[in-house]
């Protein structure tokens, strides 16, 4: 079976729990099956969240769904927010590397990353993330809290960690997540990890001692965020007959949507960042690519001079490309394109429809882009 089709039978099985999820998601039970698991396809865009909007809709009344879309609608709006937010992006980036360099022989982070802090469900949840790729969003959340507040590391190295361990591992989702639980996102709110939380929603499985957490951590120190920068504009021609699309991490069914979705294209798979993931994940995304491969007969290029190439063999001169999300591949996809059109290929970008439509309304808090969100379903049913 392919990624895909594994995760349209996925969400086509998680249908009978979508009543029952706003009262189950919040439990971290083991096997994970009050949630969908969907996010290490929706990630890369193996399934959109438009298509499991629209399946569930078609399925269940609003009004029983809602949970579960507006689940969905934070990833479009973490999204949306950190496209509006570059600088965002480039700070946590910058202070990563610094960080890295200083923390390297730090016996905290050490035992941390290494799951013996002596915490026993921190060590847990280490392991997990480790050896699954995969932590459920209220241990995420655990996770993080104790990191920043109780171990009293640097939220940047933690979101770092976190987003090479797992299979959804997601510049906007996570960095915006772990600012979230730091208080940076709604300036003074901060998420506080509590043992009676941990234990009820783990079900007695974790129990920490409340001398073990720190229970009235202040916020960190508000950081700077620039203005809302507006999106970028791009194209809303189709690619013609003959010409060429780039398809790469960030949206692997590229080849499937209707933005690009013409005959006699010829894909190229881009497949040149060499970023730090753990082999769970690695193992996760080469599936996934081989997949699209296999489907639209894309060609690997691994360099610009490989692209420059295979454009050219294919005697045109323009190249298409989805426009990746901020985060890492952006920066990689930003050098290619300055150096094909140095080059003399037109380098033409796309974004799909529903982020045209919703990263503009992402600019403040998740309930105003919710609200304006809702209504616009609304009106579609
Ligand atoms: C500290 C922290 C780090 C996180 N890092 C990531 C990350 O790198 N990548 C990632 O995809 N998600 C991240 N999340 C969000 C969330 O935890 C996961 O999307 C969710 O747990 C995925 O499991 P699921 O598919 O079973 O979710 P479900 O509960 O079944 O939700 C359905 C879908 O809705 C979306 N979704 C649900 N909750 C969130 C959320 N809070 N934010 C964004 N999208 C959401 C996902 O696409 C998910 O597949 C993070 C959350 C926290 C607190």
């Known amino acids: 079976m392919t990624s895909r089709a594994a995760a349209?039978?996925?969400?086509?099985?998680f249908q009978d729990r979508v009543p029952a999820y706003p009262?189950?998601?919040?439990f971290d039970r083991s096997g994970h099956a009050d949630v969908?698991?969907?996010s290490k396809w929706i990630r890369y865009r193996a399934i959109t969240e438009e298509e499991c909007i629209s399946a569930v809709l078609a399925r269940h009344p609003f009004e029983v769904a809602e949970k579960f879309v507006q689940e969905l609608l934070w990833r479009t709006y973490w999204k949306g927010w950190l496209e509006l937010h570059p600088r965002v992006w480039e700070s946590y980036h910058r202070s990563c590397g610094a960080l890295h360099d200083e923390f390297a022989t730090h016996e905290g982070y050490r035992q941390a990353v290494e799951g013996r802090t002596g915490l026993s469900w921190f060590d847990?949840?280490?392991?997990?993330?480790?050896e699954t790729g995969y932590l459920h969003n209220h241990s995420r959340m655990w996770f993080a809290s104790v990191w920043i507040f109780t171990l009293e590391l640097p939220w940047q190295l933690g979101a770092d960690f976190m987003y090479r361990h797992l299979l959804d591992g997601d510049s906007a989702s996570n960095t915006l997540s772990w600012r979230w639980v730091g208080g940076l996102h709604t300036p003074g709110k901060i998420y506080v990890a509590r043992p009676e939380n941990i234990e009820k929603y783990s079900e007695g499985r974790w129990r920490p001692s409340a001398s073990e957490l720190n229970?009235?951590?202040r916020p960190l120190p508000m950081d700077e965020i620039g203005a809302v920068i507006p999106l970028e504009p791009v194209s809303t021609h189709p690619p013609r007959s003959g010409e060429c699309v780039l398809v790469h991490d960030d949206d692997m069914s590229a080849d499937l949507s209707l933005e690009v979705g013409v005959p006699h294209v010829a894909f190229l798979q881009w497949c040149g960042l060499g970023e730090d993931r753990s082999p769970v994940v690695n193992s996760h995304r080469e599936l996934l690519r081989r997949d699209t491969r296999?489907?639209?007969h894309a060609v690997v290029v691994e360099t610009e001079e490989a692209v420059i190439q295979a454009v050219r063999a294919r005697s045109t001169q323009v190249l298409h490309i989805v426009k990746p999300h901020c985060g890492d591949l952006q920066g990689s996809i930003a050098g290619l394109q300055a150096m094909l059109e140095r080059s003399g290929i037109r380098v033409i970008l796309h974004r799909r429809a529903w982020d045209e439509t919703y990263f503009p309304l992402a600019g403040s808090g998740f309930f105003p882009f919710w609200t304006a969100v809702k209504r616009r379903l609304d009106r579609g049913r």
């Not at 009262?23 to 919040?26: P, Q, S, W």
């Not at 847990?124 to 480790?130: A, F, I, R």
């Open 294 to 296: 296999d489907r639209s």
């Open 215 to 217: 229970l009235n951590p």
């Open 36 to 38: 969908s698991c969907l």
């Open 23 to 26: 009262h189950n998601r919040n």
């Open 8 to 13: 349209l039978c996925q969400l086509s099985t």
């Open 124 to 130: 847990d949840w280490v392991k997990e993330l480790q």
